[in-house]
């Protein structure tokens, strides 16, 4: 079953090539929501482009690079294979000239190549997004995410970094919404973050990110019981 709103493209409206934003740590999923304030120049001519075009824009990670590893362009460093296409659906300027934008997640897509560097010196790839397809469907898993587990591990992560529970609010949403918020909000690692991304239903994100929040909580748990008191 088809979730696209009126202005969500479907599979078919989908780019073959698009302008991709590399950011360690920062994870889009479907119909998520990732506001990014961007002011470095390749990415302000990016955004521009994007706006003049079909809003659609690729976030992906750099792959950690070791310092014994030989790179040959540090400012173009490696990515992963997969990302998350979002659309930009807010869009406002500032002062000092600052784009301040809000990527909707649409679709993971699959790097098939990088294209030429191109006059806005941002890089382009071109993605494949028929492996992740059903990420336009409403997600459909016969395994509910297991809520009791998951709010006792997020409270133990918020009481590990001094944050007040907004379990309560989360909560409102149906699972997909609520996974998806905790995943792009929760400070993990780029390599778990894109773990979260990689997951193939919503049962086994749910999963790995409660894993994930139990194994934060346990590697100091005098903390996160220091700061729950």
């Known amino acids: 079953m088809s979730i696209c709103g009126p202005f969500t493209p479907s599979f078919s409206d989908l780019p073959e090539t698009m302008p991709v934003f590399p950011l360690s740590g920062a994870l889009l999923l479907p119909r998520g929501h990732l506001p990014l304030n961007v002011f470095e120049p390749r990415y302000i001519n990016m955004v521009t482009d994007a706006l003049g075009r079909d809003r659609m824009i690729g976030m992906i990670q750099p792959k950690p690079i070791n310092r014994i590893e030989h790179v040959l362009d540090y400012e173009n460093p490696p990515v992963f294979k997969t990302g998350c296409a979002g659309r930009i659906t807010a869009f406002s300027e500032?002062?000092?000239?600052?784009?301040?934008?809000?990527?909707?997640?649409?679709?993971r897509f699959d790097v098939?190549?990088?294209?030429?560097?191109?006059?806005g010196g941002y890089r382009i790839v071109r993605g494949d997004f028929g492996p992740w397809k059903s990420d336009l469907d409403a997600p459909i898993d016969k395994m509910p995410v297991n809520r009791d587990r998951l709010r006792t591990a997020l409270e133990a992560y918020f009481a590990q970094h001094s944050l007040r529970s907004c379990w309560?609010?989360?909560a409102d949403g149906d699972d997909e919404m609520l996974i998806t918020t905790i995943s792009m909000g929760c400070q993990l690692s780029p390599l778990e973050k894109q773990a979260l991304l990689e997951c193939t239903?919503?049962?086994?994100?749910?999963?790995?990110l409660t894993t994930l929040l139990e194994m934060a909580a346990h590697a100091n748990p005098k903390n996160a019981h220091s700061n729950a008191n």
């Open 94 to 107: 500032t002062d000092d000239g600052h784009f301040l934008i809000t990527l909707t997640g649409v679709c």
């Open 112 to 119: 098939v190549e990088e294209l030429p560097e191109n006059d």
């Open 168 to 170: 309560d609010t989360l």
């Open 201 to 208: 239903t919503l049962y086994d994100r749910g999963d790995m």
